[in-house]
Each structure stands twice: as C-alpha cells, then as structure tokens.
C-alpha cells in the first residue's frame, strides 16, 4: 500500500522560501511519476511540478517555472519541491501524488494531471501573506 506523507508547509512572507518533502513507501514500481498538486481555496486541485522515477524528466507549471525545484533523494524514498520567491497566489494546500507508468516517460507534462494520480498525501498548507 503506497503510502505519501508531505511535510514542510507554514507562512511565509512575500519573497520568501519553503521546502515541502513528500516520504514515499509502500512501493517499487520500475516506472513511476511523483509530483506536486496544490489546491487554493475555490479552486481546482492543478498540477504544479511531477518528475520522472526512471530518467528524472520534470515538468512545471508556468506559475511556477524559474520559482519551484523539485528533486528527489532516492536513499530516503523522498522528493522535494523548493519554493523561491513565494507570492499570495501560491497559498494553497500542497499535496504529494504519484502513479505506476509501464515504461519511461520522455515527458511527463500530460500525466501530471489531477485525474491521472493514483495515490495522494494529506497535504500540507502553505499560507503566503505579509
């Protein structure tokens, strides 16, 4: 049973940083998508950044891109998302999410959708406010 554990969240200021870490266990699949979905208040859930388990491929959000990082240590079975020069609208709650895929992906913009996840965290709240 795969089971996600985000941690990291809290407030920060304008301009401000946060690392989010998402633990994984309960899974070894050859080929996996991990990545990071926030929902806002009133809003869908959206696809922020996923990565690639076999060839590390990343896709962002253009939000996000040149802001957001995310990585992975494969020792800890964890993956990050850095968060650089936060603003209001990134206040969201930020989940952990990833599914199986039969091979490697040479990119991973279309399956890092809502609908195509197949186990998530809890999430973890990030308030961006002065």
């Known amino acids: 049973q795969v089971q996600l554990v985000e941690s990291g969240g809290g407030l920060v200021q304008p301009g401000g940083s946060l690392r989010l870490s998402c633990a994984a266990s309960g899974f070894t699949p050859d080929y996996y998508v991990i990545g990071w979905f926030r929902q806002a208040p009133g809003k869908e859930r959206e696809g922020v950044s996923c990565m690639s388990s076999s060839n590390g491929n990343t896709y962002y959000a253009d939000s996000v891109k040149g802001r957001f990082t995310i990585s992975r240590d494969n020792a800890k079975n964890t993956v990050y998302l850095q968060m650089n020069n936060l603003r209001p609208e990134d206040t969201a709650v930020y989940y952990c999410?990833?599914?199986?895929?039969?091979?490697?992906?040479?990119?991973?913009?279309?399956?890092?959708?809502?609908?195509?996840?197949?186990?998530w965290g809890q999430g973890t709240q990030v308030t961006v406010s002065s």
């Open positions: 999410a990833t599914v199986e895929v039969p091979w490697e992906l040479i990119t991973v913009q279309a399956i890092c959708v809502v609908p195509a996840m197949a186990s």
